[in-house]
């Protein structure tokens, strides 16, 4: 940009130093730096009148109506997570009801109910130590262990993806 | 009805009002319309980006600091997402994308422009949009949204110098498609 051209911009916008403005005088003796002038106080006054646009008048009802679907979505999701959890341990208890009825002798002739649930507690005492004793078993311990191990490192994983999602997210709005 | 300041408002979204959010909305639609419209170039392409533009002002409203104007903030991820939307579209990305020194030339659009507009102000106004993204976005913000100089650095995380070297070229571009038509003497 040549220096006829920075003080005329400097002019428009209001920003000339006095000896500045002195210096666009003697240069604006030449003609064509007066056309010069005149052409940027014309691009300056229409853009001044620019011609702004309009988002549709509907545009905030549709917007909102996004983000509450949204919301609903994400609401719906932890529900279902929650019914998710609330169904595993439903059915861990189901089973050991299920394991106890079946494992009980019930054919006693008392049936009080003390006596009901001293014979369950009885199947719960009787089977207890052979669940540990499964458990206690080597092969099965070093699986478990294995498996839990291999849990954590995918719960790892999972965890670093979901940050640098985030952050690749965040970026892009920032 | 009791005038909410933007902060105002954005406490009321994070206390669990969302409905709020609307009053945001209809503050900044217009101005991020004119602006995404003016980079984008195409009305439909403009509003999915508003409503885009929305959704992540909404998702990052609890990292928002009130450091800065939420205006600033919002202008910034419209222009983020303008800018993500022209290079996913590959739209003659090389020449849009132009770095702050490239040179760039208009003028082959102005034979179109000029036969098809009535006075210097139509004939500006589309022009405006022929100019490259950054040039032509300067303008919007300096002209219609009245931004000042300093504003418009943060928005687009430029120096102030470089948008100083941004308005005074875009400026002088159409000046001197003005001078080629003598436009300047209708000023008499």
Not at chain 1, 51 to 60: D, L, M, R, V
Not at chain 2, 36 to 59: I, P, V, W
Request: glycine share 2%; charged share 25%; with cysteine.
């Amino acid at each position: 940009m040549n220096r006829i051209d920075d003080l005329l911009n400097k002019y428009i916008d209001n920003e000339i130093s006095q000896s500045e403005l002195e210096e666009m005088q003697f240069l604006l003796k030449d003609e064509s730096n007066v056309k010069k002038l005149k052409a940027l106080q014309l691009v300056n006054t229409s853009l001044k009148k620019l011609e702004s646009y309009s988002a549709p008048e509907t545009f905030t009802l549709k917007a909102m109506a996004a983000l509450s679907n949204k919301f609903s979505k994400a609401k719906s999701k932890t529900n279902h997570y929650a019914e998710y959890l609330l169904s595993v341990l439903g059915l861990i208890i189901a089973a050991t009801v299920l394991f106890i009825l079946f494992s009980a002798d019930w054919s006693s002739t008392d049936n009080s109910t003390s006596q009901q649930i001293t014979k369950a507690l009885d199947v719960v005492k009787n089977n207890v130590p052979g669940i540990l004793s499964f458990f206690k078993n080597k092969s099965v311990m070093t699986l478990g262990l294995s498996l839990s191990m291999i849990f954590l490192i995918i719960a790892y994983y999972s965890v670093e993806a979901h940050k640098s999602f985030k952050k690749r997210i965040s970026k892009l709005t920032s | 009805m009791k005038y909410l300041n933007d902060f105002e408002i954005i406490e009321s979204v994070k206390r669990g009002n969302q409905s709020d959010f609307s009053l945001l909305v209809d503050r900044y639609k217009d101005r991020a319309f004119s602006m995404l419209r003016r980079m984008l170039k195409n009305e439909l392409d403009a509003e999915e980006a508003l409503q885009d533009c929305f959704m992540k002002a909404y998702n990052g409203l609890k990292e928002f600091r009130k450091d800065s104007q939420f205006s600033t903030w919002f202008y910034k991820i419209t222009f983020n997402t303008a800018l993500s939307i022209i290079s996913s579209q590959k739209r003659k990305h090389e020449q849009e994308m132009t770095s702050i020194d490239d040179e760039f030339d208009i003028g082959k659009f102005d034979p179109e422009i000029y036969s098809s507009t009535e006075n210097p102000a139509q004939y500006i106004n589309k022009m405006v949009d022929k100019l490259p993204v950054r040039n032509a976005l300067v303008l919007i913000l300096f002209y219609l949204d009245g931004l000042s100089l300093n504003y418009i650095s943060q928005v687009m995380n430029i120096s102030l110098v470089n948008v100083k070297v941004l308005l005074h070229r875009s400026r002088n571009s159409l000046r001197d498609l003005l001078l080629k038509h003598n436009y300047q003497e209708e000023l008499l």
